[in-house]
């Protein structure tokens, strides 16, 4: 009712003409809504451990029922444990004088600890190559500089072992020493995903060369423990015609190529992982998003996937899925990527989790999970404009996003919105002319939780949208339902507003960081309030800024 959004947003009580009608059918059950939000991941794995880090851990596990994955790269790397920018190390493997291998857990335990000990799992990425297995060790670690063309990254962990046996050694004696320490019902609930991104630099080896490194890793790691759960490519993706074909012919080896770690035909594959990622420009002085060219990377993954029979119901996981590549590309020195402090990459990812379960209904894909590469980063300036959850532990309005997917409980139900973009459209062009003001609802026995986001991937001034919400199917003994609105935008859950507000200080006063805690906390738009329930259904009406998103709670 209109009395209820004047209530919570003032604003609301004078409507534009072009109302948004969104009908949300809490009869029409499409299935259970599946928690691919808990899914995370970054390049720098000694940032775990941090102040910071452990404190953005335990808000991810503390956000979520269901656990919360955590993947990231160099965790098998050759170095003391010193962070940089795209770089981390481990030391897990060494060899001595004589060429025999030294194993060191010390590091790798102490990230593992630190999820297991929040209550999330790790997503283990087996990668990268250590110094001492190399088949090019010389120069190992690299120095990445933003805005510098950094051609000499991807240098001697890059490159595949110059002993597979020792590879499968040592995936073998990793997954061996977790059972011993973590237990084996606690491991069998992990993910252990075959290194990352093998069709471009990240791998200096052929395809052939990385499945054969893939045979290896898997037999090693179903020796350790037969109900691990094992997978791959984690290639790019692929909308490119490479990437597409790089994923294809894993999974032709993975369902009838020569093994070359057992002898057998075909490899183990537990899930099939690729990489799905928008492409933001600047047009006109404004940042552009890219939306179209990840919903394109999903599809055709979903497509190449369910065109093999064996593999056709595997989980999938979109183990990095963002508006873009390159999280330490900080928006200072990448304008395109200046959408990441405020309410549009919240947004935006909203729009994507639809997008994604969309698409996945529609290709009958059994979609898992899509893994934001997003954490944080040490050491660097407030809100510089990386790709971030947070910045130096103040949470970032894009991590409401998740906080508010992990309220909604229970099967998803029919949605229809007037001011919606059809997903053939968001394929074909991505967001362009109207805004995209749809929603996302899901059910459970005592209430409906209703999504509703205004994006558009141009980030200009803009009116906000009136929406008119109608929820249909409550239950006929309910009289009155308690409604709940939670909001993202340029004034709420936003702690980079109250920053700016504060005179954007790099070095704040206690008092106000802990204001600034506050503001990056997840925010009603009002007080929660009654709303009378007539034959089954209840409406609402309310402004949404773009870019915005809200959470409506209706409870029973």
């Not at 025999?100 to 790790?122: N, S």
């Not at 490479?242 to 537990?270: I, K, S, V």
């Not at 969309?358 to 660097?380: K, P, S």
Request: aromatic share 12%; proline share 7%.
């Amino acid at each position: 009712m209109r009395w209820i959004a004047c209530l919570l947003l003032p604003a609301a009580c004078g409507f534009a003409q072009n109302m948004v009608a969104i009908r949300v059918n809490g009869a029409g059950r499409i299935g259970p809504f599946k928690p691919i939000y808990a899914y995370f991941g970054y390049d720098e794995p000694n940032y775990t451990y941090t102040e910071n880090g452990r404190k953005l851990v335990g808000e991810l596990a503390a956000m979520s029922g269901p656990p919360v994955y955590i993947r990231t790269h160099f965790m098998l790397a050759t170095g003391d444990g010193t962070p940089g920018l795209k770089w981390g190390s481990t030391n897990a493997y060494m060899e001595d004088a004589l060429g025999r291998p030294v194993y060191d857990w010390t590091i790798v335990d102490r990230i593992f600890d630190t999820y297991l000990r929040a209550g999330a799992k790790p997503f283990v990425e087996i990668g990268f190559m250590p110094e001492a297995l190399s088949s090019k060790p010389e120069p190992y670690r690299p120095t990445w500089i933003p805005g510098a063309a950094n051609r000499d990254y991807a240098i001697g962990w890059s490159y595949p072992p110059k002993d597979y046996g020792k590879w499968g050694e040592l995936v073998y004696q990793w997954v061996k020493h977790s059972v011993e320490k973590y237990g084996k019902t606690q491991v069998e609930s992990w993910y252990w995903e075959v290194w990352n991104e093998p069709d471009i630099s990240y791998w200096h080896g052929t395809p052939a060369e990385y499945d054969k490194l893939y045979d290896y890793a898997a037999a090693a790691v179903k020796r350790a423990l037969p109900a691990a759960r094992i997978g791959g490519p984690a290639s790019t993706g692929p909308s490119d015609e490479n990437a597409a074909a790089f994923l294809r012919q894993f999974l032709e080896h993975c369902d009838r190529g020569a093994n070359l770690a057992t002898g057998g035909t075909g490899a183990p594959l537990d899930f099939v992982s690729y990489h799905a990622k928008g492409r933001p420009t600047v047009v006109d002085g404004h940042v552009r998003m890219g939306i179209a060219r990840q919903a394109q990377d999903i599809d055709q993954g979903f497509a190449i996937v369910r065109a093999f029979p064996k593999f056709e119901a595997l989980p999938i996981v979109l183990s990095e899925s963002d508006p873009e590549g390159c999280a330490a590309c900080s928006a200072r020195v990448y304008p395109q990527n200046a959408y990441r402090n405020g309410a549009l990459y919240a947004s935006y990812t909203a729009a994507m989790m639809k997008n994604i379960l969309e698409l996945a209904d529609r290709r009958h894909a059994n979609i898992e999970g899509m893994l934001t590469w997003a954490f944080e980063f040490e050491d660097q300036p407030y809100f510089d404009g990386f790709r971030t959850l947070a910045t130096n532990g103040i949470d970032k309005p894009v991590l409401n996003v998740f906080r508010m997917a992990a309220l909604m409980r229970g099967d998803r139900v029919q949605t229809e919105s007037s001011g919606r973009t059809p997903i053939d459209t968001m394929l074909a062009e991505g967001v362009r002319g109207s805004p995209d003001v749809d929603a996302l609802a899901v059910r459970s026995d005592r209430g409906i939780s209703v999504l509703v986001w205004n994006y558009h991937d141009d980030d200009v001034p803009a009116p906000q949208s009136s929406v008119r919400l109608n929820i249909t199917g409550i239950p006929g003994a309910a009289a009155r339902v308690l409604v709940r609105h939670h909001r993202i935008d340029e004034a709420h859950s936003n702690a980079w507003t109250a920053w700016k507000t504060m005179g954007s200080p790099q070095h704040p006063t206690p008092a106000q960081y802990t204001a600034l805690e506050a503001a990056g906390q997840l925010q009603l738009a009002g007080s929660p309030l009654w709303l009378d329930v007539r034959d089954g259904a209840a409406t609402l009406e309310f402004t949404l800024p773009r870019p915005g998103v809200s959470l409506i709670e209706l409870s029973w």
